[in-house]
Every structure is written in structure tokens, then in C-alpha cells.
């Protein structure tokens, strides 16, 4: 039982750097989401997709680009990372937009020097 | 605007003390409202939605539509409670609104 897997668990990153996190699910979830964890601010969405090819907005979307070719994949770009950028990065994915549960990765810790 | 607001970033408890973490929501609609906590080193799990009613780990919580609240409660703390808490709204398409969180710690 996989679930939700993200590589890599920890990256160092100069600034400038451009960088891709990855997020795979085999549950066969329509709905994925990115989001970043900072210290006292909670949890904020970045980018999200209701399905292959579908990708919006979320609340932090600068910096960063997202693409779904396929249903298992939600890859998260950095463009050219910035230190603002350093946080924990978790993606979740759901199988219905409403009253579900959202199933999260174990996160990437990224920091950028 | 949707908004999660959870007042207490810490809160410290004794085994077997009652438990109430509260959580306070702005939504015009009818909202969907859930519990997900943090073990240390563990990824982020669900906990309670508000719309199953349930127990789970002994807490509960009730959504209280009058005064826009969701608390999370437990009467009796155990240390394996201790924990990150966040209550989390839906936003749509199973996106969330997170509250900043409350750290829970159960002493022995």
C-alpha cells in the first residue's frame, strides 16, 4: 500500500536553482493537490488538479508550476527557487471533491541557501 | 473568504485531563469541516469529518452552524495525543483550508 509517495524527503537547493518535486499516487485519485507547510502559518495550497491534463491556482501559486499528464502524477516545478521558497512541501490526493478524506504524502523538506 | 482560525498555537495538558482544542470557520455555504493531526515524524492523517459522526481515538467534535465552531474534544488525554492538530475546511474539489495548527502535549 503505497499511497501517496514523495521523493525526495529532504533537498538543498541554491538560489536560482530550478527543481522539480515529485508526487505519485496509485489509488487512482482524480483530485491531487500541492501544498507548503511554514511555521506558524499552517498549511497553504499552492496549485491543485481535478484530473489529468486540469490544473488551477491556489492560494501561493507564485514561483511554482505544476502539469497532470497522467492520473498517477502531480509533478511540482520550482522555476528558480528563492530562500521565501524553503518549507515542507506535502501533496495529497482524494478520490471525490466533496466530504472525503485527503490522503497526504510524507513530504519534502526543501531549503533554499 | 474562507477562513480557519484555531486560537491556540500550544496547549499542555496532564494524562487523563479533559481536552478541548477549538477551531472557528468563516464560509457562506453549508461547510464541510474536518480534524487532521500530525504525529511527530508522520505524515498529515484524517481524523473526524463532520459529517460521519464519529469517534475516533476517543475525541469527537461537533459542528456548531450558530457559532461557526468545530472544537475537537477528548474528556480524558492520552500521551500518545500529543500531536499537531489542524481543522481544515473544503474549499471545493476536496481542496483544503488549513488552520495554523495546535500543538498538543499530554504530560505524564
Known amino acids: 500500500n503505497a499511497g501517496v509517495t514523495q521523493t525526495p524527503k529532504f533537498q538543498v537547493l541554491k538560489t536560482g536553482q530550478s527543481m522539480t518535486l515529485q508526487c505519485a499516487q496509485d489509488?487512482?485519485?482524480?483530485?491531487m493537490s500541492w501544498y507548503r507547510q511554514d511555521p506558524g502559518m499552517g498549511l497553504r495550497l499552492i496549485h491543485y488538479?481535478?484530473?489529468?491534463?486540469?490544473?488551477d491556482q491556489g492560494e501561493v501559486p507564485n514561483g511554482y508550476n505544476v502539469s497532470r499528464s497522467t492520473t498517477e502524477d502531480f509533478p511540482l516545478r520550482l522555476l528558480s527557487a528563492a530562500p521565501s521558497q524553503t518549507s515542507v512541501y506535502f501533496c495529497?490526493?482524494?478520490?471525490?471533491?466533496?466530504?472525503?478524506?485527503?490522503?497526504f504524502g510524507q513530504g519534502t523538506r526543501l531549503t533554499v541557501v | 473568504a474562507q477562513r480557519v482560525t484555531q486560537p491556540e498555537k500550544l496547549l499542555s495538558v496532564f494524562k487523563g485531563a479533559p481536552v478541548e482544542l477549538k477551531c472557528n470557520y468563516s464560509?457562506?455555504?453549508?461547510?464541510?469541516l474536518f480534524w487532521y493531526v500530525q504525529y511527530s515524524r508522520q505524515r498529515l492523517q484524517l481524523l473526524l469529518r463532520?459529517?460521519s459522526r464519529e469517534s475516533i481515538k476517543g475525541f469527537t467534535a461537533d459542528l456548531n452552524k450558530g457559532e461557526t465552531s468545530f472544537h475537537l474534544k477528548k474528556p480524558f488525554a492520552q500521551e500518545e495525543d500529543s500531536a499537531m492538530y489542524y481543522c481544515?475546511?473544503?474549499?471545493?474539489?476536496?481542496?483544503?483550508?488549513f488552520g495554523k495548527g495546535t500543538m498538543l502535549l499530554v504530560s505524564p
Open positions: 495529497a490526493s482524494s478520490y471525490d471533491r466533496r466530504n472525503t478524506e485527503a490522503f
Open positions: 489509488m487512482n485519485h482524480e483530485y
Open positions: 488538479s481535478v484530473g489529468a491534463g486540469i490544473t
Open positions: 464560509y457562506s455555504g453549508s461547510p464541510e
Open positions: 463532520h459529517i
Open positions: 481544515a475546511l473544503n474549499k471545493g474539489y476536496s481542496t483544503l483550508t
